[in-house]
């Protein structure tokens, strides 16, 4: 599992921190507000996926996004599975699954 886990955590620095939000700056705003119940705004940042994300929508053009979805999509699930095991320390484990996955 601690392999696993590393393995996954590399592969997202590996696509996220090599997305240069620089080349988006003109393109795509990095931050977004909301407002609360209380009425007081709140400023949210943007990852650089999410940025990564709208930029394409905006720029691109095509008869079949697929591939651009599932690209996406691959990424998105990547950061979701080092969410979990980045914020918890846990004891290693053998388990099969992890070569499968």
Partial sequence: ??????????????????????????????????????????????????????????KFRAKDRKAIKDALATFKKIRWLRQYPAHVVEDDIFNQKYFKQ
């Avoid at 599992?1 to 795509?28: P, Q, R, T």
């Avoid at 977004?32 to 996926?49: A, F, P």
């Avoid at 990564?52 to 905006?58: G, N, P, Q, V």
């Fill in 1 to 58: 599992m601690k392999e696993y886990n590393g393995f996954v955590h590399l592969l997202d620095e590996a696509i996220s921190d090599n997305i240069n939000k620089k080349f988006f700056l003109n393109d795509v705003q990095f931050e977004y507000n909301e407002v609360r119940n209380d009425e007081k705004v709140v400023v949210y940042y943007k990852g650089t996926i999410g940025i990564l994300d709208e930029w394409s929508r905006l």
